[in-house]
């Protein structure tokens, strides 16, 4: 019994990995999900994109600088499918 229930969680454990959220084409749920991103934050992030990269986003969004790019790109956030550090976006 107990294997069963051990393999039944390790079957669950992609489920819980973290989703990526591309902020080129997410809805407003999908943005407000990702911890960080508020209402007025997710408004910005709308009105700005279409973003080319993580250097573009952070020039054209006030309240996202290269801390918050890091922090959004670890809970998922994506752009153009690249997360912050991949995008060589630190010289933001």
Same mark, same amino acid.
């Given at each position: ?9 390790? =079957? ?23 911890? *960080?991103?508020?209402? %007025? ?10 973003? %080319? ?9 006030? *309240?996202?600088? =290269? %801390? ?7 809970? *998922? ?8 550090? =991949? %995008?060589? *976006?630190?010289?933001?």
């Amino acid at each position: 019994m107990k294997r069963r229930a051990l393999l039944l969680w390790a =079957a669950a454990l992609p489920a819980l990995a973290q989703a990526e959220v591309e902020a080129n084409t997410a809805t407003r749920a999908e943005l407000e999900s990702l911890p *960080g991103l508020g209402p %007025a934050l997710v408004q910005r992030l709308l009105a700005a994109r279409p973003f %080319a990269d993580w250097t573009d986003l952070t020039r054209r969004v006030p *309240g996202i600088k =290269a %801390a918050t790019a890091r922090k959004l790109s670890a809970a *998922g956030l994506r752009v153009a499918g690249l997360a912050y550090s =991949a %995008a060589g *976006g630190e010289a933001g």
